[in-house]
């Protein structure tokens, strides 16, 4: 760790830097984000150190997010003096690369304002920071004074009183409109053929590589579908080089014949989604798209063809974000699966679905439940384990934060596939939309691993109901 010193002494440069006020929450949210704002200086109000002592010793999840950002910060200010503190103190040397923090971090003692230094007289923490932000706006001045928090109302409220720039922290959002998310696929208009102007094909076995010029595809990746919609190829991106691709034809019949547990596929998206699903070298397979567009059920069928057919795993782990579990029903009688099923219904309703058509169906669950190891787990209970030769469905993914899905990756052992879904328009989460959610974060930044596939369904195949609601509602 960097020796601590007082930041420089104001100058020209100085003034052109941003001042950063940060919400706790966007320090729950991301526990180092006072690092993230390169060459400007971060404060961080006493309230909000106040607010983290509080969530540091509670039982909710992240407790564990208040504690490291504490650590972070207390190892950067361990040797200033009270003076440095308050005046701040560099973070030079914290991190490498171009986004390395050059700034200060102070410490600002909003606890002893005078109200007259204040607009909002009353207690509660959200309008203690926003007065400090008001105050340090009028002291620096006209150095922008930028106050940083997750919190819509809270922005609201900031806004209103006079503060001049606010924002959500943006730095973990990859993209700029959920529009430019990656989708997975690339179709093209009228016949594929029509476009390659020169290729090589190689065949081997049963599978033929087409070699072609790399133009004919915006911005490839790894695992990028290509499809037309004159449905009649359809392809996957299997290398990049510098001026081609190397493009595996999976072709379109073939693509939309293919069978999991007895369903097959109701349109090319699910019919992508089962190719990259049982495919045993893909370890991530992000599905994101409507509710009712077959995301769960896909998921499961995969999993149990290739659990129960094929023998490639020993067991299902199906989990998701269950924040309220361990405040309040996680003190009721009952194991950990029965605590989950509640939350686990759209698993159980999936498992139903592909066994209504036996003659006994509650027979039948209970059969596969055992056969195929299916376990129920909590998200929360998930850190310091090694999930080995699993697959694990990760359902409603969207409610999650990067850090957290780090958390859910980094458990994934060898032989473990981890399938992640998730409606990034069915955010439940307090601080988080479709630009922040973790799912959106992961698309993004494994799409150019090999190891990793995306696929956006669109069209809802639950009902005509369901599909009509989720047109006009």
Same mark, same amino acid.
């Given at each position: 760790?960097?020796?601590?010193?007082?930041?420089?002494?104001?100058?020209?440069? %100085?003034?052109?830097?941003?001042?950063?006020?940060?919400?706790?929450?966007?320090?729950?949210?991301?526990? #180092?984000?006072?690092?993230?704002?390169?060459?400007?200086?971060?404060?961080?109000?006493?309230?909000?150190?106040?607010?983290?002592?509080?969530?540091?010793?509670?039982?909710?999840?992240?407790?564990?997010?208040? =504690?490291?950002?504490?650590?972070?910060?207390?190892? #950067?200010?361990?040797?200033?003096?009270?003076?440095?503190?308050?005046?701040?103190?560099?973070?030079?040397?914290?991190?490498?690369?171009?986004?390395?923090?050059?700034?200060?971090?102070?410490?600002?003692?909003?606890?002893?304002?005078?109200?007259?230094?204040?607009?909002?007289?009353?207690?509660?923490?959200?309008?203690?920071?926003?007065?400090?932000?008001?105050?340090?706006?009028?002291?620096?001045?006209?150095?922008?004074?930028? #106050?940083?928090?997750?919190?819509?109302?809270? =922005?609201?409220?900031?806004?209103?009183?006079?503060?001049?720039?606010?924002?959500?922290?943006?730095?973990? %959002?990859?993209?700029?409109?959920?529009?430019? #998310?990656?989708?997975?696929?690339?179709?093209?208009?009228?016949?594929?053929?029509?476009?390659?102007?020169?290729?090589?094909?190689?065949?081997?076995?049963?599978?033929?590589?087409?070699?072609?010029?790399?133009?004919?595809?915006?911005?490839?990746?790894?695992?990028?579908?290509?499809?037309?919609?004159?449905?009649?190829?359809?392809?996957?991106?299997?290398?990049?080089?510098?001026?081609?691709?190397?493009?595996?034809?999976?072709?379109?019949?073939?693509?939309?014949?293919?069978?999991?547990?007895?369903?097959?596929?109701?349109?090319?998206?699910?019919?992508?989604?089962?190719?990259?699903?049982?495919?045993?070298?893909?370890?991530?397979?992000?599905?994101?798209?409507?509710?009712?567009?077959?995301?769960?059920?896909?998921?499961?069928?995969?999993?149990?063809?290739?659990?129960?057919?094929?023998?490639?795993?020993?067991?299902?782990?199906?989990?998701?974000?269950?924040?309220?579990?361990?405040?309040?029903?996680?003190?009721?009688?009952?194991?950990?699966?029965?605590?989950?099923?509640?939350?686990?219904?759209?698993?159980?309703?999936?498992?139903?679905?592909?066994?209504?058509?036996?003659?006994?169906?509650?027979?039948?669950?209970?059969?596969?439940?055992?056969?195929?190891?299916?376990?129920?787990?909590?998200?929360?209970?998930?850190?310091?384990?090694?999930?080995?030769?699993?697959?694990?469905?990760?359902?409603?993914? %969207?409610?999650?934060?990067?850090?957290?899905?780090?958390?859910?990756?980094?458990?994934?052992?060898?032989?473990?596939?981890?399938?992640?879904?998730?409606?990034?328009?069915?955010?439940?989460?307090?601080?988080?939309?479709?630009?922040?959610?973790?799912?959106?974060?992961?698309?993004?930044?494994?799409?150019?691993?090999?190891?990793?596939?995306?696929?956006?369904?669109?069209?809802?195949?639950?009902?005509?109901?369901?599909?009509?609601?989720?047109?006009?509602?």
């Amino acid at each position: 760790m960097p020796e601590s010193h007082i930041a420089d002494t104001p100058s020209q440069s %100085q003034a052109e830097k941003k001042l950063y006020v940060l919400d706790t929450n966007i320090l729950l949210h991301e526990p #180092l984000a006072f690092t993230s704002f390169k060459e400007n200086d971060v404060v961080v109000p006493m309230t909000v150190l106040e607010e983290l002592d509080y969530i540091k010793d509670s039982k909710k999840d992240v407790a564990r997010d208040a =504690r490291v950002s504490i650590r972070a910060m207390e190892d #950067l200010l361990r040797d200033a003096s009270p003076e440095q503190m308050l005046e701040g103190v560099s973070m030079l040397g914290l991190g490498a690369g171009e986004a390395a923090p050059t700034g200060s971090l102070s410490i600002f003692a909003d606890l002893s304002m005078n109200e007259t230094q204040q607009v909002f007289t009353s207690n509660e923490n959200d309008n203690r920071i926003i007065n400090a932000a008001l105050h340090l706006q009028n002291e620096h001045a006209p150095r922008e004074v930028v #106050l940083v928090t997750k919190d819509i109302n809270m =922005r609201l409220k900031a806004k209103g009183a006079g503060m001049s720039k606010v924002q959500d922290y943006r730095t973990d %959002q990859l993209i700029t409109d959920i529009k430019y #998310l990656t989708k997975g696929y690339h179709e093209f208009e009228g016949e594929f053929w029509s476009r390659v102007k020169s290729v090589e094909s190689v065949t081997e076995g049963r599978d033929t590589l087409h070699k072609v010029d790399k133009s004919i595809v915006p911005e490839p990746y790894i695992n990028e579908f290509l499809v037309d919609d004159s449905h009649t190829f359809a392809g996957i991106i299997e290398a990049i080089d510098e001026d081609t691709l190397d493009v595996l034809d999976l072709g379109y019949e073939r693509l939309m014949s293919r069978r999991a547990w007895g369903i097959t596929p109701k349109n090319i998206g699910q019919a992508m989604a089962m190719y990259t699903l049982l495919d045993p070298h893909i370890d991530l397979v992000v599905l994101t798209g409507p509710a009712g567009s077959g995301k769960t059920l896909l998921a499961l069928a995969a999993a149990l063809e290739m659990v129960v057919e094929k023998n490639m795993y020993d067991k299902i782990i199906v989990t998701r974000s269950t924040p309220e579990i361990a405040e309040s029903i996680g003190f009721l009688p009952g194991t950990e699966e029965e605590k989950m099923a509640p939350w686990l219904a759209a698993i159980t309703d999936s498992l139903e679905a592909l066994h209504k058509n036996d003659e006994n169906t509650k027979g039948s669950l209970s059969y596969i439940m055992e056969k195929a190891n299916i376990q129920f787990k909590s998200v929360n209970f998930m850190r310091g384990r090694s999930l080995q030769n699993a697959i694990v469905i990760l359902d409603e993914s %969207q409610n999650l934060t990067a850090s957290q899905l780090k958390t859910i990756i980094t458990r994934c052992g060898e032989g473990t596939k981890l399938i992640c879904a998730g409606n990034l328009s069915q955010i439940d989460s307090n601080y988080l939309n479709a630009l922040s959610s973790g799912l959106t974060y992961i698309v993004e930044k494994f799409k150019n691993f090999s190891g990793s596939a995306t696929i956006s369904l669109d069209g809802v195949v639950r009902s005509r109901l369901a599909e009509f609601a989720e047109k006009e509602l």
